[in-house]
């Protein structure tokens, strides 16, 4: 199981990236997408749409099941990976890479003090 060290994550089984920039970038997990299966569909609100941590910004579609995005903090999405919409596999393919889904400008960093590093989140998947 792929849990890179330099990201944190989310009890959904979401990673966040601190790009340094007052923005992150989110994705699901190696765990998460292996889960769910072949991916067929991702539906992502629009760049704008802002919200409170933990409200649900997306949804991932598998052919077994569909799964809700929980925002990791609260924010505004600034940024989609458009190329999910013609291409959605590259979520199954490289979940931490092309695979991403937004990024969000973050309204309370103190909120990132609250998520996972890769240790916790290899003993919560354990």
Known sequence: MNIPSDL???QEHEWVKDN???TITVGITDFAQGELGDIVFVELEAEGFEFDKDDVF???EAVKTVSELFAPV???IVEINESLED???IVNNHPYGGGWMVKIKVSDPSELNSLLSAEEYGELID
């Open 8 to 10: 944190k994550y989310t």
């Open 58 to 60: 997306g949804t991932v």
């Open 74 to 76: 609260g924010g505004e």
């Open 20 to 22: 340094g920039d007052g």
């Open 87 to 89: 291409d959605p596999e």
